[in-house]
């Protein structure tokens, strides 16, 4: 299918049905995808959805390692391009667009995967999207469950930990987020001081199970501030604290001091984000009065069984719908990166030969004051 570019104002594309591919590598998964849908339509069908971890390769730096992820992903991008492909059916002659990420996220893999993308797209002429990688997490309920517009999106991984209102495919409004670590973030650095494996969260949760989450005390931070913003830094350091104690103190931990220490840390955070989901829910409900609506999460720590568990009850108590997609579509994919693209095609205006350039910060929300802790180099999220 030729698309031309849609005129101002209106997009002949609204109610074709097209296949895209999608290339996704800002973190340390390389992933690639092939999804179909209808321009304009909630909905897809993922025909393939292949991801290479690296958890393996990160794991003995007991973090991702920027260098290893960026060389990681280009020995692997067109392998996964070519499973996807082949998983799906479609050769790529039959791909009417590539979506690939284009930030935010570690430079040197989306570098990787925009240039693998450029290098598809222009011998074939295909129509070349990028995508901004939050976009395709806050987009996933759409992909999924078709869920209409706007809905409140919970977005907690390694990395992120913003409330995002959806109102559209390129139309997003931050109500809040944290203003230090992400959750997931906080997770492995707690398994990294407890001795636990990398990544951290599943580890962690594990290890809580058996422990008494009431004998440590831990802070919740920002909790009496009245906005849904979040910090969970001081979580650790305190956690630090307790575990140094104990280690004077018996010249070492017990199993169940680590076992309590990860029930304590996994409740804090839970409450913290059940607490500010409850708040974020309020403020969505009175800007945009409406009845029945949806609270969606995403990210790795949206796993996590308690977390899940206690924000299924709070969406209860608040009227809303709770929607947890599948946890192959939570954590990082491309198939939510192709069906970002296919929403951009909706946009009125929508360029399909647009340049796209790699960008390691980009910021969801163009309007939202960037969040505390952002860098020189402009707010990561
Ligand atoms: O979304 P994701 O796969 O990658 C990005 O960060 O973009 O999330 C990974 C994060 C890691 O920090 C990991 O420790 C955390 O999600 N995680 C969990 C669980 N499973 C993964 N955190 C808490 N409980 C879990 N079960
Ligand atoms: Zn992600």
């Not at 074709?16 to 999608?22: D, E, K």
């Not at 962690?204 to 004998?215: H, K, L, S």
């Not at 069984?305 to 929607?323: E, P, S, V």
Request: charged share 20%; aromatic share 4%.
């Amino acid at each position: 299918m030729v698309l031309p570019r849609a005129a101002k104002g209106c997009n002949h594309l609204i109610d074709q049905t097209v296949t895209i591919l999608g290339i996704e590598s800002s973190c340390d998964d390389t992933a690639a995808a092939v999804v179909r849908g209808v321009v304009g339509v909630g909905g897809g069908a993922i025909l393939s959805n292949v991801v290479a971890r690296q958890e393996s390769l990160h794991a003995p730096f007991g973090g991702v390692v920027p260098e290893i992820a960026a060389r990681a992903h280009a020995e692997r991008l067109d392998v996964c391009v070519m499973q996807a492909l082949d998983e799906a059916g479609v050769p790529l002659a039959d791909i009417d667009a590539i979506s690939v990420t284009s930030g935010p996220g570690l430079i040197g893999g989306v570098l990787s995967g925009v240039m693998c993308a450029k290098g598809l797209a222009a011998p074939t002429s295909k129509p070349l999207i990028g995508i901004n990688h939050l976009a395709g997490h806050a987009l996933t309920p759409r992909l999924t469950d078709g869920v209409k517009f706007p809905y409140l999106m919970l977005l907690v991984s390694g990395g992120h930990c913003q409330f995002i209102a959806v109102e559209g495919p390129d139309d997003f409004r931050r109500m809040g987020g944290t203003i230090d670590d992400a959750p997931g973030e906080a997770f492995d650095k707690t398994a990294k001081l407890l001795g636990l494996g990398y990544p951290g969260g599943p580890a962690v949760e594990r290890e809580a199970r058996n422990g008494d989450p009431t004998r440590f005390k831990l802070p919740r931070p920002l909790l009496d501030r009245k906005n849904c913003d979040m910090s969970f830094s001081g979580l650790k350091t305190a956690l630090r604290r307790k575990r140094d104690r104990l280690m004077a103190e018996h010249g070492g931990l017990q199993r169940q001091d680590r076992a309590d220490m990860c029930a304590g840390f996994q409740q804090a955070i839970a409450d913290v984000l059940t607490k500010k989901s409850h708040r974020a829910c309020t403020f969505f409900k009175e800007t945009y009065a409406m009845n029945g609506a949806v609270i969606a999460v995403a990210g790795g720590v949206a796993a996590n069984a308690l977390i899940r568990g206690q924000l299924t009850d709070m969406a209860h108590d608040q009227g809303f719908k709770f929607l947890a997609p599948p946890l192959s579509l939570c954590t990082d994919n491309a198939a939510m990166i192709a069906w970002a693209g296919l929403e951009k095609m909706s946009l009125p205006g929508f360029d399909p030969h647009a340049e796209i350039i790699a960008r390691p910060r980009w910021p969801l929300d163009k309007t939202a004051a960037p969040m505390l802790g952002s860098g020189k180099k402009g707010a990561k999220a």
